[in-house]
């Protein structure tokens, strides 16, 4: 299990946590940003194959000014985030840089399908791209752009989509959640619907015999100690944020060694070294 960063984003203070502002008074208004954070993409090593959890930022986001929409929706963008990706922060350059070639990368998992996720979409047409049914209705909807869901950098020609709904389980070490996705039905990797952040929102826990098991939260959270505390991010529809978050924090009481991966933690990456030295709790 690896991560990469695929450059680096500065957000708004009331974004990290929602403070009781509404989003669209500070969006409109804040000064400050927050950052740089990450934009991870975790790699995992399954015996079926290399499978992506998030792709990252396009590079070219930074380089072609017609990356992003115009107008009031380009306002709303550049208002709520700022990227920095180098040149050789590319998905297929910062994979070599850590000994993979992106050619082998089989299937993709995406949290949801905001622009700093869905950036290696264009260097994966050759991988099958998982994402949440519901996510995916999302596009249709109007105003999807102002939602930060732009079309035209996800439903590129050549994709591979498999579109998932969670089925119901009967794991009880899975409990609360009800009802799961098996990626490949072995148990080891297992999609948890925690909407909130986007409707068809999805964390990956990564279960293994030899290490602490590992939850990829997507943007649930930015900070893992926000999320123990129960804060939720000041964007998404909060009330299914707060669920989600119980939710995680009850799994996380059931399996006391779980490592919680945001994508944007700054923590994420060294929390993920420490837990690929660690031995499992006993008795899992
Ligand atoms: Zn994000």
Redesign the pocket.
């Known amino acids: 299990m690896s991560v990469v960063s695929t450059g680096t984003v500065y957000i708004r203070p009331q974004h990290l946590r929602f403070d009781g502002t509404p989003p669209l008074w500070w969006l409109l208004t804040s000064r400050r940003w927050i950052g740089p954070l990450p934009i991870n993409a975790f790699l995992i090593e399954h015996a079926d194959g290399l499978v992506l959890f998030d792709t990252g930022q396009d590079q070219t986001s930074v380089t072609d000014p017609d990356y992003f929409p115009k107008g009031f929706t380009g306002l709303l963008n550049r208002r709520l985030a700022r990227f920095d990706v180098a040149p050789d922060q590319t998905l297929t350059a910062r994979l070599a840089g850590i000994g993979y070639d992106i050619a082998d990368v089989h299937t993709v998992v995406l949290s949801h399908l905001?622009i700093?996720?869905v950036g290696g979409l264009p260097e994966l047409r050759h991988a099958t791209i998982v994402v949440s049914g519901e996510e995916r209705r999302t596009l249709e909807r109007p105003f999807a752009e102002v939602n930060g869901l732009m079309r035209n950098h996800i439903m590129l020609p050549g994709l591979r989509w498999q579109l998932i709904t969670p089925q119901p389980t009967d794991d009880p070490s899975l409990t609360p959640f009800t009802d799961v996705h098996d990626l490949f039905g072995d148990g080891s990797l297992v999609l948890l619907p925690t909407p909130g952040h986007t409707p068809g929102s999805l964390s990956l826990l990564v279960r293994r015999p030899d290490c602490p098991p590992l939850l990829m939260v997507g943007?649930l959270t930015f900070d893992v100690h926000l999320m123990e505390s129960g804060q939720v991010p000041g964007l998404g529809q909060r009330s299914r944020s707060r669920e989600s978050t119980r939710k995680v924090n009850i799994i996380r009481q059931s399996h006391p060694d779980l490592v919680i991966l945001p994508?944007?933690d700054p923590e994420a990456s060294a929390r993920l070294a420490v837990a690929e030295q660690t031995k499992p709790a006993s008795g899992r």
């Open positions: 905001h700093d996720h943007d994508t944007h």
